[in-house]
């Protein structure tokens, strides 16, 4: 009699420690108006009233409180539609991907905004088009945002700069215009990627000290003068500025030790190569391709180990022109 006692009272001692997993009739409203907005696709054919615990569900992940706070659609080919309304009705979502529906289509919406838990935000590979709203920059704990690969068209909102949080942005492979904003190239980052874009003017200044894996502005109209990006006491991993208008003097510019990859190829940068290269031991790619640099070529085993190519098509205008390195002699 007194083993059962003990063994109903862990039983319930138990029970009662266990999250509640419950789904919120809030979210299983949302998710159903969701999924109805996008077609009724059967690669959301778990979301269905007849399987009423949305916890249990594909394609997202609940709390301990039984709110829906991760929903990840990726790769349905038959998704259709704009991305619902119905989405800001997940008030404790923390993060939001889809990725590869070209199915959706429209403007990012303005609900989103509503999502004050939200941090990790992927809009990428769709249809979606139109101006990147102003609005997302009240999500102050927006951690990542990738918008990349899609049909967006006008400027970057110029208070992105100002999201506290913000570590990763990808808006690569769209259709933007305008200017870089000052301040977007914060110490803060961690990873910025504008690349394949039609943005104009310089790349604003910036003077913070912190790391930073990767800076990929490639492949649009930029000018100006970079090479504060490099500046002294500022490690950086990944730099590519090539194919836009860059115009400055590169014989001085002494690169961080830490890089591992360096592309400059096809701009209207001058001056020589700069002995820096040389200290590059963890270097592993180089382009200075299609630029006006001049000669001589350095000759220390940090610059010829990349062969020939990262120097080719140089038209030298006042100067030297960059010689050949077939015939330099590697040096330690």
């Not at 990767?214 to 730099?239: E, Q, W």
């Not at 040389?278 to 990349?306: A, F, M, W």
């Amino acid at each position: 009699m007194a083993s059962t006692t003990l063994l109903a009272v862990l039983l319930l001692v138990a029970a009662s420690a266990a999250p509640a997993r419950s789904c919120s009739p809030r979210d299983l409203q949302a998710l159903l108006s969701v999924k109805q907005a996008l077609g009724n696709p059967s690669t959301l054919s778990t979301w269905t009233p007849a399987s009423p615990d949305c916890c249990s569900w594909d394609h997202l992940r609940c709390n301990d409180a039984g709110r829906v706070n991760n929903v990840f659609i990726d790769g349905a080919d038959d998704v259709r539609g704009q991305i619902p309304s119905a989405v800001g009705g997940l008030t404790e979502l923390m993060s939001l991907t889809l990725f590869r529906l070209a199915g959706l289509t429209g403007p990012i919406p303005a609900c989103l905004a509503a999502l004050s838990n939200l941090q990790f935000l992927t809009v990428s590979h769709t249809n979606v088009s139109g101006a990147i709203p102003e609005s997302l920059a009240r999500l102050r704990g927006l951690d990542s945002v990738d918008l990349s690969s899609n049909q967006l068209t006008g400027g970057i909102p110029a208070s992105f700069a100002d999201l506290p949080s913000l570590r990763s942005l990808d808006l690569g492979h769209n259709q933007l215009t305008g200017s870089i904003p000052a301040g977007l190239v914060q110490g803060q980052f961690r990873s910025l990627v504008l690349s394949y874009n039609q943005l104009t003017g310089p790349i604003p200044r910036d003077d913070a000290r912190d790391e930073i894996n990767t800076v990929d502005l490639s492949h649009n109209k930029l000018t100006g003068d970079p090479s504060h990006l490099f500046a002294a006491g500022r490690p950086i991993g990944k730099v590519d500025l090539s194919w836009n208008y860059l115009d400055f003097d590169l014989s001085q510019l002494v690169f961080p030790p830490e890089m591992t990859y360096l592309d400059l190829s096809h701009n209207l940068i001058r001056g020589t190569v700069p002995l820096s290269l040389e200290r590059l031991s963890t270097l592993q790619k180089l382009d200075l391709s299609y630029n006006r640099l001049c000669g001589p070529l350095p000759k220390g085993h940090g610059v010829i180990k990349h062969g020939c190519k990262p120097y080719a098509h140089n038209q030298c205008r006042k100067g030297t022109p960059l010689a050949g390195c077939q015939d330099l002699e590697w040096s330690e």
